[in-house]
């Protein structure tokens, strides 16, 4: 770990040297890395010239005074943690400096043990910093839209609509079927919106008990019912400031849709048995695989709550209409999951993609990810088997590829798929035409015999496979 850089800043020499004794005596004394200025004018000059992870400053000093020091430091790096020092007589200067962004505070004459432990809280709170610093970067990264792969022109299109959400503060409701990506897709929208600094809070209100579910969203206050011991913060409270995501809207009971939607449309709820509203700034993103608009036209849904959820609307589209993109998804899964099992799993087997092409996926991307997950676990060599993939996938392989996938496929890669497919079931035929003998086949396909081996392995096509067992 790197050592931790203080910067001591008071124009009295003892006041330095007590800093010395304290950071020399302690524990950790290595893992400090301690430099002092005897005035305000040179501490400014470091301060332009490097960074610190604490600095611990006189408030009253000759030329710049603590203030100064405090601004230039906030200035260049706001989580740079800054420790005022002060006499009796200007504690309010302390209290004033705590507003303008200092960590803490020592009233001078302080015990050097109590100061040590303030710097350490300091660094603390700077490395909590840094790591979330870390984990807002990594969370961009994860819920970046390229991160919901797929380059068909059905997903650009979906990704110029996710990006435009994001800078749009407002409702989304995203549609499409289970396994399409949707909760994926609300996540990418928070992390790239002006709110990614505040929570994304998931609910998925098909899972919330109809006699609980106001008391989960609004939360309740203390005694409103039996078994309310206490007041209960609800989700959009939690929300408040971030994103509220809405899974399956479509399976609210109707009395909660009345409720949810004048929350909606005053920014404001009202806790179970209070009185007393509560306004909240919540950005709300619904989803469902329901037809809402048609669940509406039947009066199984409220349409005055769907019109104010279809604000800013994203269909997810189902795999099969997007065949193009089984490939990479299949390769991002395969790459992901032979990661997480430590496995050698590299590709995947021309019959495999041409069965995975082929699957109609009902349960979409989650489906894909599950198959691809399960054939990782279960390959025996460094490439996935069509043998390695379930069964209900396999049986596909036996149908041609699909007109639609070869449309939607570049020109080459149409080509390569199909002429493995037929150079494996034209290998699969001649074999077994000759019951495995190899020379015979050969010569039927006009080939040198070592060619021959060449294709048989390239496609895993094993000659000992169809010899006679008699």
Same mark, same amino acid.
């Given at each position: $770990? ?26 950790? +004394? ?5 430099? +002092? ?20 400053? #006189?408030?009253? $000093? ?22 005022? $020092? ?14 303008? @962004? ?38 961009? %990264? ?24 994001? #800078? ?13 990506? &949707? ?27 109809? #006699? ?14 039996? %078994? ?12 408040? %400031? ?46 469902? /695989? ?24 994203? =269909? ?15 390769? /991002?899964?395969?790459?992901? /999951? ?48 069509? &043998? ?20 939607? $496929? ?25 019951? %495995? ?8 396909? @006009?080939?040198? =015999? ?21």
């Amino acid at each position: $770990m790197a050592r931790a850089r203080v910067l001591v800043v008071d124009d009295k020499e003892n006041m330095l040297k007590l800093f010395e004794r304290i950071f020399a005596g302690s524990h950790e +004394a290595g893992d400090y890395e301690l430099t +002092a200025a005897a005035d305000g004018a040179r501490a400014l000059a470091l301060v332009a010239s490097r960074e610190f992870d604490v600095v611990i400053t #006189d408030i009253r $000093m000759p030329g710049a005074d603590g203030f100064e020091v405090l601004k230039a430091v906030k200035s260049r790096s706001p989580d740079t943690e800054v420790i005022m $020092m002060t006499g009796y007589a200007a504690i309010q200067d302390a209290v004033t400096a705590m507003k303008q @962004g200092a960590y803490d505070y020592l009233q001078k004459p302080f015990d050097p043990d109590a100061a040590a432990l303030v710097v350490s809280r300091a660094l603390e709170r700077k490395r909590l910093k840094e790591q979330a610093a870390t984990l807002r970067k990594e969370l961009l %990264g994860v819920f970046a839209f390229h991160n919901i792969v797929g380059k068909s022109p059905l997903m650009r299109e979906v990704y110029g609509l996710l990006d435009q959400a994001a #800078d749009l503060d407002i409702t989304v409701l995203l549609t499409g079927e289970t396994g399409t990506g &949707k909760e994926l897709a609300a996540r990418a929208v928070h992390y790239h919106s002006a709110r990614k600094e505040r929570r994304f809070v998931p609910v998925n209100c098909g899972a919330l008990p109809s #006699d609980l579910v106001e008391s989960e969203l609004f939360g309740h206050a203390r005694g409103s019912f039996t %078994g309310a011991a206490g007041e209960k913060t609800g989700l959009f409270e939690e929300a408040s %400031g971030g994103t509220l995501f809405l899974d399956e809207i479509g399976e609210l009971p109707l009395p909660m849709q009345v409720k949810l939607n004048r929350a909606l449309q005053e920014k404001e709820i009202r806790r179970v048995g209070d009185n007393k509203g509560i306004k909240v700034d919540v950005r709300v993103i619904a989803a469902t /695989h329901r037809d809402l608009r048609a669940e509406a036209a039947a009066g199984r849904f409220r349409e005055d709550l769907f019109y104010r959820l279809n604000v800013f609307p994203v =269909r997810m589209p189902p795999l099969r209409e997007r065949r193009e993109d089984i490939p990479l998804l299949a390769a /991002h899964f395969l790459e992901k /999951h032979a990661r997480a099992f430590r496995r050698e799993v590299e590709g995947l087997e021309p019959d495999a993609l041409r069965a995975l092409t082929g699957y109609a996926w009902p349960g979409n991307v989650r489906e894909l990810e599950n198959a691809i997950e399960r054939a990782v676990a279960v390959a025996r060599g460094k490439t996935v088997a069509l &043998k390695d993939l379930p069964p209900e996938v396999k049986g596909s392989q036996e149908g041609s590829v699909p007109a639609e996938v070869l449309a939607k $496929m570049p020109y080459r890669e149409a080509i390569d798929l199909t002429r493995d497919r037929v150079s494996r079931d034209y290998l699969v035929a001649l074999l077994r035409e000759f019951n %495995g003998n190899v020379t015979q086949a050969a010569s039927r396909a @006009g080939m040198e =015999r070592e060619s021959l081996h060449r294709l048989l392995k390239r496609y895993k096509v094993y000659s000992d496979d169809f010899k006679s067992r008699e």
